[in-house]
């Protein structure tokens, strides 16, 4: 069947063309059929074709592995129906699918040859405004439909999977604590077992629902004056219990007097807390934890420090890898998204985030220092910086 | 002898509901609600001192639960707990809402001890000394 202008005059990437420019993309294109389960696309391949559905459907999908020696799964990243395209990749550099494509039942499409079409598209600059423009706009759109459902996906998630594992915990708590009558040592241990993988999970869920959170500009809107001191003293309290079942000293050098300072107050004290938790989990028993502040010129400096396994110099530059596990830390629990998640607070406080390992010549252990700059503003204080800035050009830096 | 107290306890799930009775019986009578509707009309009902509402339910949330509970003049007064299994605590969604704040809230799981400690600060009046 001939391609015609009417075919095409409909189809998202060239509803803005005139009927001369339509005519003249006609020529590039050609009618192709396929069969259910055939691939059109393969992720991480060179980009040769562009398509446009005509009939059928096409499943989008994504090679995902979470950390790097986990099982690589597929995801079905988005549906492609009639009058949609697939393979925009084709048209951009490095000309590599970002997805794969597969027919989820018998398609027609309209393929065009990607190297004819960029240089119709670059012979005709008007035209390829307008196919750019239009690709542009629905990546747009793919991308915020993407971040919403998954919002919406996460905040689903989040209760649906917290509020069965509250229930759990809260009859462990109900026996372990006696009112629910006797139980026999063997029983206990078995439930205070119980009660701590349960933990485990409900801070995975936490890890996970966070790192969905961790935009700069999110973290960026609860910027607030706070006294740093105060958040260093709460994350020590978060820790206080572990550190005590461990025998985990943890000594504290503040500078002579703490200074407010602007930043993510919550979102601080989770970095503090990390670090802690890390710091206590990886000690020896026995062993200390330092925790200590300094002011320097420009910025607040914390350390924490422990005597514990240190990290491996093949693993440092990627311990802030989402999912990432170190090498040496055997069956200690967590996700690999604390310090992931550590990083990108900082990263949203145009601050650092930096290792140490071993931080002493003969010594084990590990250093992590976080470099908070002094002058951050509140949103209210950007706002206003831009509102006296649109007066006198030239003063925001 | 001082009569015991009498609380209400709302929540859809079932569960969450016979862990936390049994703590609560330890101290006082306890009174349940599956809902918010049941919760409004059990208020009305037995006028209880003390009412522990849940944030996240099916047929209406505590949210407005609560709301209907304070514009009602002959429940105005009686002490509500927030209870929610969300991360952040509820002071951000508070905020968002409009709501005043809640007189206090619990985060789920609840820890008996802890439990017993907010339920007696309220029952006992030390709540507006605070």
């Known amino acids: ?397 | 002898m001082t009569p015991r107290r009498h609380i209400l306890l709302v929540d859809d799930d079932r569960d969450f509901i016979e862990a936390t009775r049994a703590v609560l019986e330890s101290i006082c009578d306890v009174d349940v609600a599956y809902g918010g509707g049941e919760a409004l009309d059990k208020a009305h009902a037995a006028r209880p001192d003390l009412i522990l509402l849940d944030v996240i339910m099916p047929d209406e949330d505590g949210f407005a639960v609560r709301e209907k509970l304070k514009a009602d003049p002959q429940l105005a007064a009686v002490p509500v707990i927030l209870l929610t299994s969300l991360p952040d605590g509820l002071s951000p969604m508070n905020q968002a809402r409009g709501m005043p704040q809640a007189e206090d809230y619990l985060e789920k799981p609840v820890r008996p001890a802890e439990l017993l400690r907010r339920v007696n600060k309220f029952l006992s009046g030390k709540a507006q000394d605070d």
């Open chain 1, 1 to 397: 069947m001939a391609i015609t202008i009417e075919r095409l005059r409909y189809l998202d990437l060239f509803n803005e063309l005139t009927d001369v420019e339509l005519a003249q993309i006609v020529q590039l294109g050609r009618e192709e059929a396929y069969r259910e389960g055939d691939v059109l696309l393969t992720e991480d391949a060179p980009a040769e074709k562009l398509f446009i559905v005509e009939q059928g459907k096409l499943s989008l999908e994504k090679k995902i592995q979470l950390g790097r020696r986990g099982a690589v799964r597929t995801a079905t990243v988005g549906i492609v129906g009639p009058g949609k395209s697939a393979g925009w990749s084709a048209l951009t550099p490095p000309h590599l699918y970002t997805s794969s494509a597969v027919c989820l039942e018998p398609t027609r499409a309209i393929a065009f040859e990607s190297q004819a079409l960029l240089r119709h598209l670059s012979d005709n600059p008007p035209v390829g405004y307008k196919v750019m423009t239009a690709i542009a706009g629905l990546a747009r759109a793919r991308y915020k439909t993407a971040t919403d459902t998954l919002a919406y996906f996460l905040s689903i998630v989040s209760h649906e999977l917290r509020a069965p594992l509250a229930a759990i915990e809260n009859y462990l708590n109900v026996i372990l604590d006696g009112f629910a009558g006797e139980i026999s040592d063997k029983q206990r241990r078995m439930l205070e077992r119980s009660a701590l993988r349960v933990n485990d999970l409900r801070s995975l869920i936490g890890d996970l629902v966070d790192l969905a959170r961790m935009r700069p500009e999110q973290i960026q809107a609860d910027f607030e004056w706070f006294d740093p001191g105060e958040v260093g003293t709460e994350s020590i309290e978060d820790v206080r219990l572990a550190a005590g079942e461990r025998n985990v000293r943890i000594k504290v050098e503040p500078p002579p007097k703490f200074e407010k300072i602007i930043g993510a107050r919550r979102r601080l004290r989770q970095v503090f807390t990390n670090l802690l938790t890390n710091a206590v989990k990886f000690s020896p028993p026995g062993g200390t934890v330092m925790f200590r502040a300094r002011y320097e010129l420009d910025a607040l400096v914390f350390e924490v420090e422990d005597e514990g396994i240190g990290i491996l110099p093949q693993d440092q530059p990627h311990i802030f890898d989402d999912f990432f596990r170190a090498e040496n830390v055997g069956e200690a629990p967590g996700s690999g998204l604390g310090l992931s998640i550590a990083h990108k607070i900082m990263d949203a406080h145009e601050g650092q985030l930096l290792v140490t390992s071993p931080y002493a010549e003969g010594k084990t252990g590990t250093r992590f220092t976080v470099v908070i700059p002094r002058n951050l503003q509140t949103l209210e204080m950007r706002r206003g910086a831009q509102i006296s800035g649109s007066e006198q050009p030239g003063e925001l830096t």
